[in-house]
């Protein structure tokens, strides 16, 4: 059984910085790609980013330039680098993952079939 276990979350000021994991575990098959969506309070889900097997990115625009993901395969775990956070970063942040991944640089919810828990992330001004 396929297990996305995500941890970094916390609480920072405003510029702050956090780097959130996700380990993947239960399948003996590879990912075609993996990648960060984000939920805020009364909010939909919106998807931050994601990265292919091969090393593609893709990133919402409103986190370009402040947030980095990326991929260890040896310790099946992904990153996400979260630099300059602001108040409106602040979310459970969860990741997804899928072998097929139709389309995944949209960063579209209907493209990823294993989810994890979620991990806080409170950005304080």
């Known amino acids: 059984q396929v297990q996305l276990v995500e941890s970094g979350g916390g609480s920072v000021q405003s510029g702050g910085s956090l780097r959130l994991s996700c380990a993947a575990s239960?399948?003996?098959?590879?990912?075609?790609?993996m990648g960060w969506f984000r939920q805020a309070p009364g909010k939909e889900r919106e998807g931050v980013a994601a990265?292919?097997?091969?090393?593609?990115?893709s990133y919402a625009d409103s986190v370009k330039g402040r947030f980095t993901v990326s991929q260890d395969n040896a310790k099946n775990t992904l990153y996400l680098q979260m630099n300059s956070l602001k108040p409106e970063d602040t979310a459970m942040y969860y990741c997804?993952?899928?072998?097929?991944?139709?389309?995944?640089?949209?960063?579209?919810?209907?493209?990823?079939?294993?989810w994890g828990q979620g991990t806080q992330v409170t950005v304080s001004s």
């Open positions: 997804a993952a899928d072998q097929a991944c139709l389309e995944w640089w949209l960063l579209q919810e209907v493209a990823f079939t294993y």
């Open positions: 239960g399948y003996s098959y590879s990912f075609y790609c």
């Open positions: 990265i292919e097997s091969g090393g593609s990115t």
